[in-house]
T-cell receptor
Framework: AQTVTQSQPEMSVQEAETVTLSCTYD???????LFWYKQPPSRQMILVIR??????QNATENRFSVNFQKAAKSFSLKISDSQLGDAAMYFCAYKTGTASKLTFGTGTRLQVTL | EPEVTQTPSHQVTQMGQEVILRCVPISNHLYFYWYRQILGQKVEFLVS????????KSEIFDDQFSVERPDGSNFTLKIRSTKLEDSAMYFC???????????????FGPGTRLTVL
């Protein structure tokens, strides 16, 4: 069974600084997709960024980028120029190419301080 | 920007009662999902739905649960006889596809908080 592990329950970053959230996953599949979702206090789940496993190039969406290390099964999220609005729970998620379900990690709570 | 909507935002019910949670997926999306999140825990997959039938379900999705697309816009989750442990946030999601490129992104609604007393 596929598992997703987020080893950092909480992280803190100062406004305007850069922070990296870690995620590792376990799979025997070759075709899969990885995602980061943000959950602010409103509990809405917001898709931040996605990565196809067959792509070597790391995905980037504005201030958000990933470091995808396929051999190490690692998928970290880097947030640059952190803003107060980035404070939220961040969930890493995995999906195989054939299945429809997302498997989520346990989340990392990010605090942004002045 | 199109978004997934869910009603109600909060539902309180007595144990043993039936509840129906409603969702309106993004209009050009073909795949629909329900997930739940017990307070303080991770998000768990319940079921996916495509072409008017269930395409995948988890072990959580037992006979007490059912899904339906009663018309061209709504997607519902019914819990027949609620239990205390059904208390959770229930998220509906939709996607254009499941296999290639940007179409695989699942977009979530704001959730329905279900409280079973």
């Amino acid at each position: 069974a596929q598992t997703v592990t987020q080893s950092q329950p909480e992280m803190s970053v100062q406004e305007a600084e850069t922070v990296t959230l870690s995620c590792t996953y376990d799979t025997s599949e070759s075709d899969y997709y990885l995602f980061w979702y943000k959950q602010p206090p409103s509990r809405q789940m917001i898709l931040v960024i996605r990565q196809e496993a067959y792509k070597q190039q790391n995905a980037t969406e504005n201030r958000f980028s990933v470091n995808f290390q396929k051999a190490a099964k690692s998928f970290s999220l880097k947030i640059s120029d952190s803003q107060l609005g980035d404070a939220a729970m961040y969930f890493c998620a995995y999906k195989t190419g054939t299945a429809s379900k997302l498997t989520f990690g346990t989340g990392t709570r990010l605090q942004v301080t002045l | 920007e199109p978004e997934v909507t869910q009603t109600p935002s909060h539902q309180v019910t007595q144990m043993g009662q039936e509840v129906i949670l409603r969702c309106v997926p993004i209009s050009n999306h073909l795949y629909f999902y329900w997930y739940r999140q017990i307070l303080g825990q991770k998000v768990e997959f319940l079921v996916s739905f495509y072409n008017n039938e269930i395409s995948e379900k988890s072990e959580i999705f037992d006979d007490q649960f059912s899904v339906e697309r009663p018309d061209g816009s709504n997607f519902t989750l019914k819990i027949r006889s609620t239990k205390l442990e059904d208390s959770a946030m229930y998220f509906c999601a939709s996607s254009e596809g499941t296999g290639t490129g940007r179409a695989i992104g699942q977009f979530f609604g704001p959730g329905t908080r279900l409280t079973v007393l």
